[in-house]
């Protein structure tokens, strides 16, 4: 049984907003079998954590499948969560592909390196879902994706167009969840530096080279005039997108 008193501020802070959005967007239910997107950076990490909690506290059983799919530059970089998904009775798919690598070769010509990858992974996450017979897909994105996402799609892409808790694919025989939606990565981050979680360091080359890292570094820029912006542009994707748990 959790012992809660063991839990800092923030890590209840996170388990509470992702409880709350779970339960307000109804995004589990009985019977839910539920995979995990693992790529072994903070944000699944704490996705990880906060669902193997969150699961103990529902009022039904579900089930829950770590799915990682190491794109090839470190082969080895999935042995820690090999580790923790064993002393945690946590059963996970952990496979090791070349489309990092190939994303930067000419095999990709006219996409950067960073789609192409995310691309080929989105496609074998959903045909792993398939194969596992899951009914849900959960990511671990925060806040801070909402807000860039947006921003990405409209200078780059000319839409306008967000991110959403929960959405349906394949005629509604999978539901995509976003359980950290709400939560501000720097909420994530101390959270996941209390429960000592072993993230690993992000190795592709192209990491720190991508678009959606130009437009994270304008957004911090921008934030850093005023605290109240941040909250500000969330709050609005919140009430343009007619969701307010």
């Known amino acids: ?3 809660r008193k063991k839990l800092s501020y923030v890590q209840k802070s996170c388990i509470g907003k992702a409880g709350k959005l779970m339960h307000s967007a109804g995004m589990l239910w009985p019977g839910a079998r539920l995979g995990i997107a693992f790529s072994g950076g903070v944000d699944s990490w704490a996705l990880l954590k906060i669902l193997s909690i969150y699961r103990k506290r529902l009022p ?3 089930e829950m499948l770590a799915l990682h799919i ?6 080895e970089n999935h042995f820690p969560l090999a580790d923790w998904l064993h002393k945690h009775g946590i059963p996970g798919h952990l496979e090791c592909l070349d489309i990092g690598p190939r994303a930067h070769t000419a095999e ?3 996409n950067s390196p960073c789609f192409w990858c995310s ?3 989105r496609k074998r996450l959903f045909q792993l879902c398939q194969d596992y017979n899951l009914t849900h897909l959960a990511f671990g994105h925060t806040s801070d994706d909402l807000v860039n ?3 990405m799609n409209l200078t780059t892409n000319g839409r306008i167009e967000g991110m959403y808790p929960k959405e349906s694919f394949f005629q509604g025989t999978l539901e995509v969840i976003r359980p950290l939606l709400w939560i501000d990565k720097f ?11 072993p993230v690993v360091p992000n190795p592709c080359p192209s990491a720190q080279n991508s678009r959606r890292g130009e437009v994270q570094q304008w957004l911090e820029t921008l934030w850093g005039q005023d605290k109240r912006i941040r909250k500000n542009i969330v709050s609005a994707l919140r009430r343009w997108q007619n969701f307010e748990p």
Request: hydrophobic content about 45%.
């Open 60 to 62: 039904f059983p579900i």
């Open 70 to 75: 190491n794109p090839g530059f470190e082969p």
């Open 1 to 3: 049984m959790l012992d």
């Open 108 to 110: 990709n010509r006219t």
């Open 119 to 121: 691309l080929q992974r």
């Open 149 to 151: 996402t947006f921003f």
């Open 187 to 197: 909420q994530i981050e101390r959270a996941a530096r209390a429960w000592e979680l």
